[in-house]
């Protein structure tokens, strides 16, 4: 009897488990392709929405999907906001010129960003700035339901309208009036119903690039006659015809493969062979669709060990280090509206050359943070003060009714008075203050004046990321080793330069870019890496020198081996 | 003793103290000891090559075996170096460079070793 209740103890959670997997409530056609899909649309009471006839019912997603689908599941994960923080992503960022304020900020827990409560920023606001970039989901930033069509629905999503559906407050019926089942005064399209209440929607589990690309994407910021933007490569793996989601992938769970070396999937399932080490560089047998494997000829191999593939295959190039760019999150791409210029805030830096987590130089984006902190008393840090809180105090005493950066605009050509007119408003503020701009925090000094300190609030924030990627012909080290390595090429160390919206005189003159003295670094041997820049020159020399020195050891040597094999010394 | 080889065996031996850190498998040189390592081999393979276009007279089975692995390690460098191989094939090559090397001195103290042993026996 005891031996019968351990068994049953040992595999009960076996049985448990297997009745969860074996749940036969979804429906599933069993198949990877296309199911079209002939759907009713429900209200958020599980009621079909009829086709013909008054009614003021509202679909609602969940309740629409969730007949045939695990929506619960599928509203968490990764890309809903769910699962570990990982390694630092791109950041959301809360531009605000009334206050001067541009700071990044994340509900994730990655380095120098401010967070949400730290931000006072309360949802309505979340989901009017950041809910059209948001696919929703339990834990999204913008707390809004899951809109699986975005993501979902090939060919016919109009992002404009549902941008405009959620600014506009009404992030239920969004999705719906974007895919066209209901139009923009918010109505049934009473057409795209057949005469069963059914809709047909063409979903697919990877509805191609353009369904990532609408929060996703990331585009050069400046363009001139000699170098339009529509002359710039995209990322050669879209090229080839591949999918984000070919690389990017997920189950049910939506716990969505970020692609990285080493990456540790929530799932625990072995996601290797979805970064470009594992697809491209594989232990033992091909993976995959059988990528090409590089053979990087004539390439010292460590350097596959202290750089990621993204090093030299995307990010920065000869001539096009630290470029501006635009992201779909940061400046609203995908949204048609006037007057967009290349430095619009919040100034974001592609191709910056960094170390990762893994200790491996990577590509990064780079932006910076601009606002007003709290500096602390001892033993306390110092606290981003939320945009809200700056309203009154900046109407009080700067008189600014509007906007900050309008303001300062507008006063005289003397940069001296907007800067003791901000000292001045710092010296008003309740408690020990600094404006965070130009990559310092300025606090106030005697006679109106301001003098920089070092805060790591003022610090760049950075992320890693390795889009878009180019081919081996357009990458660093096609030329040869003096791509890197010659005294003219700027690498390895390019920062980007903070662009501020609020410019101090004090700061210097600001470029948007410069390379930094590597002695500078404590993460890099300047000493070796210019002995380096000085030999590689002449590294074909050195060729030259070892095959004709090697030819002839070897000829030499055969021939003395030879003839002492003939004698009968030992 | 050839008057090369008064030099040969000093840089050799500085060639393979300074390729000590690159020892651990699946490590490459790198860094300061590959500088040194380079330099110091550059100028041993300069004299090698003197010393083998005028060898001592009394050249034997080992001592030359052991030249021949030394010199064959030196070939073993060129193949990454000119490209004709994948980079990480290249690092077989390299720890085959290294191999060979460390063979060839091996049985050059070997040699030497018996060499010594059977003059004494002679006097």
Known sequence: MRFLLILTCSFLPTILSGQESTDDRWKRSGSPETYVHHIELRDARGQVISGTGETNQIPNMEATCAPCHDVQRASGGLHGGKGPDGPAGEPWFLVDSRSGTRWPFHSRLWPGLATVEELDLDQESLRKKQGPFDAGGHHSISGQASDCLICHLQGSYDFQQRSQFIKDGKSDLAPFVAAGLFDSAGL??????????????????????????????????????????????????????????????????????????????????????????????????????????????????????????????????????????????????????????????????????????????????????????????????????????????????????????????????????????????????????????????????????????????????????????????????????????????????????????????????????????????????????????????????????????????????????????????? | MNRWQRFLIPLLILTMLSSIPGIPLGVDLRGYPLVLHLAVGSLFAAVLVLFLFQPPTKLGRLSSLSWLLISSGLVALVVPMLGWVSAETGHLWLETHGWLSIGGLGLLGLSASLEKKATADRD
């Not at chain 1, 470009?276 to 390439?299: F, I, K, N, T």
């Not at chain 1, 003791?420 to 300025?442: C, D, E, I, N």
């Not at chain 1, 003096?482 to 919206?501: G, I, N, Y």
């Not at chain 1, 002695?519 to 020399?541: A, C, G, I, M, Y």
């Open chain 1, 188 to 570: 049934r399209s009473e057409s795209r119903f057949d005469n069963q209440n059914r809709v047909v929607l063409d979903l697919h589990a990877d509805a191609g690039p353009q369904a990532c690309l609408h929060c996703h994407k990331v585009t050069p910021a400046e363009e001139s006659a000699e170098n339009p933007r529509w002359t710039h490569a995209g990322d050669v793996h879209l090229a080839a015809g591949m999918s984000c989601v070919d690389c990017h992938r997920a189950g049910l769970d939506h716990h969505v493969v970020r692609g990285k070396d080493g990456e540790i999937h929530p799932s625990g399932v072995s996601v290797e062979a979805l970064s470009c080490r594992g697809c491209h560089l594989p232990q033992g047998d091909p993976v995959m669709l059988s990528a090409p494997r590089p053979e990087h000829r004539g390439l010292p191999p460590f350097h596959l060990e202290a750089m990621t593939c993204t090093a030299c295959h995307s990010g920065a190039t000869q001539g096009e280090e630290g470029l501006s760019v635009w992201t779909s999150r940061a400046h609203d791409l995908g949204i048609a509206k006037q007057g967009r210029k290349a430095g619009d805030p919040p100034g974001i830096f592609s191709g910056i050359l960094l170390k990762d987590d893994q200790n491996r130089w990577a590509p990064h984006y780079q932006a910076w943070p601009e606002g007003w902190i709290q500096t602390s008393g001892e033993n306390q840090e110092a606290e981003v003060i939320p945009p809200g809180d700056l309203r009154t105090p900046l109407r009080r005493t700067l008189r600014v009714r509007g906007d900050l950066l309008e303001k300062i605009a507008s006063t005289d050509e003397d940069p001296a008075r907007a800067e003791r007119s901000l000292s001045a408003f710092l010296g008003q503020m309740k408690s020990p203050s600094a404006l965070v701009t130009s990559g310092h925090a300025w606090e106030r000094s005697p006679g109106d004046q301001l003098k920089p300190i070092s805060s790591d609030l003022a610090g760049p924030v950075q992320w890693k990321l390795g889009h878009p990627v180019r081919p081996a012909a357009m990458s660093l080290g096609s030329n040869g080793c003096t791509d890197c390595h010659a005294p003219e090429t700027p690498w390895p160390v390019l920062v980007s330069q903070p662009a501020p919206m609020i410019p101090m005189s004090a700061a210097g003159t600001i470029s948007q870019t410069q390379h930094i003295d590597p002695e500078s670094l404590d993460t890099f041997d300047s000493s070796l890496w210019n002995f380096w820049e000085w030999v590689f020159p002449t590294r074909d020399l050195a060729k030259v020198y070892f095959t004709a020195t090697g030819a002839l050891v070897l000829l030499a040597s055969l021939r003395w081996f030879l003839k002492a094999m003939e004698g009968n010394r030992p």
